[in-house]
């Protein structure tokens, strides 16, 4: 009896041993991500900031069923592009809309391994019409930069020489709708002043302050909250915009730039009103970001805004478009 006692005494012992260690076990096998899922596949977020800058790599994406996906408003569309899984959305074209939609839509979808920003840009003295600037780091005050994430800034620089010969030199000018007549082929625009050419490096400014519109429901292609939807579509998607957030900022006051037309000062290779809010917002979450800056107006020619914009801006969206596709078929996330 006394063997057997002590028998039951040391199996209960190392019971109670066990359950005494089983949270910790339990902690240890879930410490690096107890609130994430598995990823077996990691997908690119890639934004633009009005539907015109979109358009096609949207037109070139494989869609997922039931797409696209709407979150408070915004139509996301999930699917493939270029190989690779991939979320296409729209940023909004104020700061604090584009901080907080990037924000909201890397909460809302999982497994992102980067978020890709294209579209327009100002350019500086440094670029020309149609090119496409992906600058190494980014200010909105012209005293403190961000740098654009190292990985895939070192990726584009292995890349560009083979993206340059693609980029258009002649384009359609949008006719500013969504519907799936498409652009207007009334005008084809010749780029005169060189040819296009993807400019890795050097800086590009946010002016926080440049755009104080939000986007509205029925903008169509220059102005909608929404991507236009690819054709043959259906309905016009009817979402509208979150409500403006306060800009996030951790380095001051917004700039007062020498310039009021988004063109770009002097010894910056872009201006846009966006960047800087979408790349916070993925930093925010650790996450890699890179920017494709395609130029649809600049100072070499003078002051021409905003009809230089309205000419060239579907140029330079194309362009940004190439570039940030060849990137995200060699991402490797």
Not at 55 to 61: G, S, V, Y
Not at 160 to 169: G, I, N, S, Y
Request: net charge neutral.
């Amino acid at each position: 009896m006394a063997g057997r006692g002590a028998r039951l005494i040391g199996a209960i012992t190392v019971v109670i041993a066990m359950a005494a260690l089983a949270p910790f076990a339990a902690a240890r096998g879930t410490h690096h991500h107890p609130h994430k899922p598995k990823c077996l596949t990691t997908r690119v977020l890639l934004l633009g900031s009005y539907p015109a800058e979109v358009r096609a790599n949207l037109a070139l994406e494989k869609l997922q069923p039931k797409q696209p996906t709407v979150v408070s408003g915004h139509d996301f569309y999930v699917g493939t592009l270029a190989g690779k899984h991939v979320i296409l959305g729209l940023s909004d074209q104020s700061p604090a809309q584009a901080h907080s939609v990037t924000a909201m839509a890397i909460k809302h979808f999982t497994c992102i391994s980067a978020v890709v920003f294209e579209g327009t840009a100002g350019g500086g003295s440094a670029t020309a019409i149609g090119d496409v600037a992906v600058p190494g780091e980014w200010t909105y005050n012209g005293a403190s930069y961000v740098r654009t994430s190292p990985r895939p800034l070192a990726l584009v620089k292995s890349l560009f020489a083979a993206a340059t010969p693609k980029l258009l030199t002649r384009d359609v000018v949008n006719d500013s709708g969504c519907s799936c007549d498409g652009p207007s082929f009334a005008t084809a625009i010749a780029v005169t002043i060189g040819r296009p050419q993807v400019i890795v490096g050097g800086a590009g400014i946010t002016d926080p302050t440049g755009v104080s519109n939000d986007c509205t429901a029925d903008g169509g292609a220059l102005e909608g909250c929404n991507p236009c939807p690819p054709c043959p579509a259906t309905e016009l998607s009817s979402g509208t915009a979150l409500s403006a957030s306060t800009y996030v900022t951790d380095t001051g006051s917004p700039p007062k730039l020498t310039t009021s037309s988004g063109i770009a000062p002097a010894g910056y290779l872009a201006d846009d009103e966006q960047t800087t809010a979408v790349q916070q917002a993925a930093n925010q979450a650790k996450l890699p970001f890179i920017a494709f800056r395609g130029i649809s107006d600049t100072s070499a020619v003078g002051s021409l805004w905003p009809a230089e914009f309205a000419i060239y801006q579907q140029l330079a969206a194309d362009n940004a478009a190439i570039v940030a596709r060849a990137f995200i078929a060699a991402w490797r996330g």
